[in-house]
């Protein structure tokens, strides 16, 4: 897409979790985005030295160049911190553009404003099987959620349970409790090599499972590759990578059935939606990871309802103050509310939310201008 524009200021808001960018440009205009979430103070300075100073009073006319400008840039520095920084600036400039245009992200995009079906993601492992189907139920009947996201193994766990017993016994309670009509989901966050995780993908098969997330050490593709190509059930991940490289490669190869890039990590809206045309042009959908109820899940919404290979549901995370503290008053009102399983993507320009004045006030402040 090509547009002028110049940035005057950058300012950020930061706790230990999460950093907002506030964007102002020559003619006044602003908008709003987030760098990636955890250890957000960190890559806040890496924002401030490495990614503001280049692009501060820099002529673009388009988001691509700026970021090829900042990679060329910092070619010293590739991966993850430079581009969770980066994340910041990118969905500032969405929502910037969204506002000049009066347009939500979404219709820039070509796509379309509405409800979009929800999996409730759990993030949690240090819960009983039971107490999970409990909470899970609760949810379905609460709020109409017809699926459900729960945690296997243990994170990067090399084989190991999170206890003793507890994987066979939640692939069997929580699907049984609930029930017909609900898509289950689970997530090992690469536990096992493939010859566990190919033995334990016969009982999630067994037990209605239909999605088999990270089931493999994500630095170990030709592990999860061998799942994929023994199971009948979808083998998902990518959440972890960043690399447009690594991308094409695990996109050629077919790694994994379903792709999960996370908007934050992979650098912005401008890089995922790369990684999503790579996906598309292989015939393979793309369901983005987005683990928490910070701005990546606001982006997430947009971005399913925008491109043509949109995986079957958003993830949205179930949980609240007792895991995630630092998401509470982040937005203005409630932009996560659930009806009959579907949330509805804000219809506002730009993301379409608003960041708490009250959150912002309580943050460190930065700025890095003219």
């Avoid at 002529?59 to 900042?70: A, C, G």
């Avoid at 240090?126 to 189907?133: K, L, V």
């Avoid at 499972?209 to 994929?228: A, D, G, N, R, S």
């Amino acid at each position: 897409m090509k547009i002028n524009f110049k940035i005057k200021k950058l300012e950020t808001f930061t706790n230990t979790y999460v950093s907002v960018v506030k964007l102002t440009m020559f003619d006044d205009s602003i908008g709003w985005g987030q760098m990636s979430t955890y250890c957000a103070d960190i890559t806040c300075e890496i924002f401030h030295r490495q990614i503001a100073p280049h692009v501060i009073g820099v002529s673009f006319s388009s988001f691509d160049d700026l970021e090829d400008l900042i990679l060329r840039k910092e070619h010293k520095f590739p991966g993850s911190y430079i581009l969770r920084a980066l994340a910041g600036l990118d969905t500032a400039l969405w929502d910037w553009l969204g506002k000049i245009k009066e347009s939500p992200v979404v219709t820039l995009l070509g796509g379309n404003i509405g409800k979009i079906r929800a999996y409730g993601s759990s993030m949690k492992r240090d819960i009983t099987p039971q107490e999970e189907a409990q909470r899970l139920c609760h949810l379905r009947d609460t709020f109409g959620f017809n699926a459900f996201k729960f945690r296997i193994g243990s994170e990067c766990g090399e084989g190991k349970d999170e206890w003793e017993g507890r994987t066979e016994e939640i692939i069997n309670v929580v699907p049984k409790a609930l029930g017909n009509g609900v898509e289950k989901l689970v997530d090992a966050n690469s536990c096992y090599l493939h010859e566990d995780a190919i033995e334990i993908s016969k009982k999630l098969i067994d037990n209605d499972i239909c999605h088999f997330e990270e089931p493999c050490p994500y630095w170990l593709p030709e592990e999860t590759k061998k799942v994929t190509d023994a199971i009948s059930i979808d083998v998902t991940g990518g959440e972890q990578d960043c690399d447009l490289r690594v991308w094409q490669d695990l996109i050629d190869r077919k790694i994994t059935d379903v792709f999960q890039p996370d908007i934050m990590y992979m650098g912005g809206l401008t890089r995922s939606l790369k990684v999503a045309k790579m996906a598309a042009d292989a015939n393979m959908p793309c369901t983005p990871h987005a683990a928490n109820l910070s701005l990546v899940t606001i982006c997430t919404m947009h971005f399913l309802k925008a491109i043509p290979n949109a995986g079957k549901y958003l993830e949205l995370s179930i949980e609240g103050e007792d895991y995630y503290p630092w998401q509470i008053d982040l937005f203005d009102g409630n932009p996560f509310m659930v009806l009959d399983g579907e949330c509805s993507v804000p219809d506002s320009p730009g993301w379409g939310v608003q960041f708490s004045k009250k959150w912002l006030e309580k943050s460190h402040y930065r700025v890095c201008e003219i």
